[in-house]
């Protein structure tokens, strides 16, 4: 699916560094990033990668061949102070919007999908006792990626 969705090399660039910035928003959310949530987030792409039924195993195969150094390369960039990261984060995340406008609506919505799934691993991966209640009120302000457009898409039975 990934090699197909008729896009620029560019625009496909932008869909693999969303991952690194879905999970940057959420790690950075309560105020600090942590390294059990980049840790989880990049186990989270390497199981994406051998094992998605959403059809998006070959562009998780893709994110996880340089995830960690794309990551670290986004953390260095990152400005100064919550609102600030969040703002910045938040405006590369709704670039995806045009992006996922031009592919076709089982598409998008699997993209769309495999973020907002993303987003909320990333913020499960932390605190809380056994890991109940450990989503911040923070994380869960942005764990449905209120930036990006919905897609809804209902696959037809064949």
Do not use: C
């Not at 499960?124 to 989503?135: A, C, D, N, Q």
């Amino acid at each position: 699916m990934y090699h197909d969705l008729n896009i620029t090399t560019e625009e496909k660039t932008t869909l693999r560094n969303a991952v690194s910035w879905v999970t940057l928003l959420i790690a950075a959310a309560d105020g600090s990033i942590e390294e059990e949530e980049l840790a989880w987030a990049e186990k989270i792409t390497k199981i994406r990668g051998y094992n998605n039924p959403d059809k998006l195993s070959d562009f998780y195969d893709e994110v996880g061949k340089d995830f960690s150094e794309v990551l670290q390369a986004e953390i260095a960039a990152l400005p100064t102070g919550q609102d600030a990261i969040k703002a910045h984060l938040s405006a590369k995340i709704e670039t995806l919007n045009p992006i996922l406008a031009k592919m076709d609506k089982a598409a998008a919505f699997h993209y769309y999908k495999s973020y907002v799934t993303l987003a909320e691993h990333v913020a499960k991966s932390t605190g809380g006792f056994l890991r109940f209640f450990s989503v911040s009120v923070e994380e869960k302000k942005l764990m449905g990626l209120p930036m990006l457009q919905k897609i809804v898409y209902v696959e037809e039975e064949s």
